[in-house]
């Protein structure tokens, strides 16, 4: 099946930085990018909708200031973290569809951030 | 917007036994329907999925129904084995502005005792 790649799996970082997490579709063109985040013990929850060329269409309550999201290629979606704080530490998933096909999402590895 | 319910939120059974777990779902217009697997720390795996055209799919000991009319699918996993363990995630397709995205129901997780 088609493969994403999510850099770095694992991050630790102080309170203020920023942290950028990469996602790539190693075998495949994908035209739209998801990206969730995952509270421990908790569902997937869809944060935005990543477009290549355009911008990001974000979810109800999750501040595009805070969350930059680039989708400068059809393999390639970046989600930065702006001054991190503690609450937002979490696991950041991608996820991405071939855009030839309808349906199957594949889902990068995730990233574990932890701010301190 | 589509809002999706799962049941139960745990579920313990015997090794062998079978396990059920529900979803609903709001929005009518959905036509995509899977079902994930997610262990600790790793990314959700697909582990089946039904689209609105069929009423049933099945794929060795997993099977998927849907119900249109009532707006709920189901997950079955006969003779479970303890490998079965796991959180089980469904989902369905919400149109927003042309692009399709999944929302996720709560999750269930599965323990199967040896």
């Known amino acids: 099946g088609a493969v994403v790649s999510q850099h770095p799996s694992w991050v630790i970082c102080k309170s203020g930085t920023s942290v950028k997490i990469e996602c790539r579709s190693l075998?495949?063109?994908?035209?739209?990018m998801f990206w969730y985040r995952q509270f421990p013990k908790q569902s997937l929850m869809l944060m935005a909708t990543?477009?290549?060329?355009?911008?990001?269409?974000?979810e109800q309550g999750v501040e595009k200031d805070k969350f930059l999201i680039n989708h400068a290629s059809l393999t390639l979606s970046t989600l930065t973290v702006t001054s991190a704080h503690p609450e937002d530490s979490s696991f950041y998933i991608c996820?991405?569809?071939?855009?030839?096909?309808?349906?199957?999402?594949?889902f990068g590895e995730g990233s574990r951030l932890t701010v301190l | 917007g589509e809002n999706v319910e799962q049941h139960p939120s745990t579920l313990s059974v015997q090794e062998g036994d079978s396990a059920v777990i529900k979803c609903t779902y709001s929005?009518?217009?959905?036509?995509?329907f899977p079902w994930y697997k997610q262990e600790l720390g790793k990314r959700p795996q697909l582990i089946i999925d039904?689209?609105?055209?069929?009423g049933e799919k099945k794929d060795q000991r997993i099977a998927v129904t849907l119900n249109k009319t009532a707006k709920h699918f189901s997950l079955h996993i006969t003779e479970t084995q303890p490998e079965d363990s796991a959180v089980y995630f469904c989902?369905?397709?919400?149109?927003?502005?042309?692009?399709?995205?999944?929302?996720f129901g709560t999750g269930t997780r599965l323990l199967v005792s040896p």
């Open positions: 075998d495949f063109q994908a035209t739209t």
């Open positions: 929005d009518s217009a959905s036509n995509y």
């Open positions: 039904i689209r609105s055209n069929v």
């Open positions: 989902a369905a397709v919400g149109w927003n502005t042309g692009f399709q995205k999944l929302v």
């Open positions: 990543s477009n290549e060329g355009s911008k990001a269409t974000y």
């Open positions: 996820s991405a569809r071939d855009r030839g096909s309808v349906g199957e999402l594949f």
